[in-house]
């Protein structure tokens, strides 16, 4: 069935204002958290791809976060520090380095993951499960890979 322009349009804008609020509503409630351990959130989105995609090098998160290298550089060596992530050499090619999150990291982000979606849970209440569902595919379709796709110049600010 097709719509009137102007329906698709004002249903489009609204599709894009509620994404645009929720992603800004999950930072503020993500921010706290971060804050309370430590964590800037290019470290989070780091470790975070640490824990999800196992032992990678830093091109390969700063490509999977949607950023530069150099954007990632600095939230690695902070990982180092804290002593949530270790650095290696690849056996093939010393010159690449490897990063594998610690068991410390892989404690800390469950634990966050843990309050942050224990809160958000909390907010849904009431909400049809099967608006939930239509929601989580709606969601799981725009985090697809689109072509054309380029780094950006900074990871998400909290």
């Not at 999150?101 to 993951?113: I, N, P």
């Not at 909400?127 to 072509?147: I, K, M, N």
């Amino acid at each position: 069935m097709l719509h009137p322009p102007e329906t698709t349009a004002a249903r489009e804008q609204l599709l894009m204002e509620a994404l645009v609020s929720a992603s800004r509503t999950f930072r503020h409630r993500l921010w706290p958290e971060l804050e309370h351990e430590q964590l800037t959130s290019p470290m989070f989105w780091a470790l975070n791809q640490l824990v999800l995609e196992g032992p990678m090098s830093v091109g390969r998160i700063a490509g999977a976060c949607g950023v530069t290298s150099a954007n990632v550089s600095s939230a690695v060596d902070r990982l180092e520090s804290a002593g949530l992530a270790l650095r290696s050499s690849s056996a093939p090619d010393r010159r690449v380095v490897t990063l594998t999150v610690t068991r410390k990291g892989r404690a800390l982000h469950r634990a966050l993951w843990s309050r942050i979606v224990r809160d958000l849970v909390a907010s849904l209440d009431g909400v049809p499960a099967r608006d939930l569902e239509v929601a989580a595919r709606v969601l799981s379709r725009l985090a697809q890979p689109t072509a054309g796709f380029a780094p950006v110049a900074e990871v998400a600010a909290p």
